[in-house]
T-cell receptor, first 113, second 113 residues
Framework: DTGVSQNPRHKITKRGQNVTFRCDPI?????LYWYRQTLGQGPEFLTY????????KSRLLSDRFSAERPKGSFSTLEIQRTEQGDSAMYLC???????????FGPGTRLLVL | GENVEQHPSTLSVQEGDSAVIKCTYS??????FPWYKQELGKRPQLIID?????GEKKDQRIAVTLNKTAKHFSLHITETQPEDSAVYFC????????????FGKGTRLHILP
């Protein structure tokens, strides 16, 4: 599968723990996006990168959230001191600059107990 | 910021009949409108999209219309089939700016036998 991949696919953690998710975009896609999707809702934009530069962060992204894309390829999303309200599906998408279509990964489903 | 409203939230149609999902957007600067289909437990997949300089686009049984003046756009599925059952999301973005996608809340489409 040469599409967007995400790991892990599922994560169960206890409140207060830190978690980190990884996204590998389609090769040569220079734009990478993170979205969060809760049950019964559409995906909500969190942040995006063009190459290694993080260009925008949503107000949804509290100080406990941090995202990186150090070499302009894969990206990580870390949540510190998780809360039950962080339980959601975290989706990653990538696109090539100049092309509209964003391709989504399978998501990481997070459950905070 | 952009706000996308989508209705209905749930739609049941008899197999073979047509289904219509309607959306509105608030930001007149939005110029790209993708539609995504999401099956249970799977990633959102782009099914059709339309740019603001086009009023209508068709791809086999799926068509999308856009009214820029009214800030309305709609998805039409004809000759519905069981495999069309899924959640459909309309979305809006500002292509060539940040490209982040703002999604509607989704329509759960049930195709009845």
């Amino acid at each position: 599968d040469t599409g967007v991949s995400q790991n892990p696919r599922h994560k169960i953690t206890k409140r207060g723990q830190n978690v980190t998710f990884r996204c590998d975009p389609i090769s040569e896609h220079n734009r990478l996006y993170w979205y969060r999707q809760t049950l019964g809702q559409g995906p909500e934009f969190l942040t995006y990168f063009q190459n290694e530069a993080q260009l925008e962060k949503s107000r949804l992204l509290s100080d406990r959230f941090s995202a990186e894309r150090p070499k302009g390829s894969f990206s990580t999303l870390e949540i510190q001191r998780t809360e039950q309200g962080d339980s959601a599906m975290y989706l990653c998408a990538s696109s090539f600059d100049g092309q509209e279509t964003q391709y989504f990964g399978p998501g990481t489903r997070l459950l905070v107990l | 910021g952009e706000n996308v409203e989508q209705h209905p939230s749930t739609l049941s149609v008899q197999e073979g009949d047509s289904a219509v999902i309607k959306c509105t957007y608030s930001d007149s600067a939005s110029n790209y409108f993708p539609w995504y289909k999401q099956e249970l437990g799977k990633r959102p997949q782009l099914i059709i999209d339309i740019r603001s300089n086009v009023g209508e686009k068709k791809d086999q049984r799926i068509a999308v219309t856009l009214n820029k003046t009214a800030k309305h756009f709609s998805l039409h599925i004809t000759e519905t089939q069981p495999e069309d059952s899924a959640v459909y999301f309309c979305a809006a973005s500002k292509k060539n700016r940040d490209d982040k996608i703002i999604f509607g809340k989704g329509t759960r489409l049930h195709i009845l036998p």
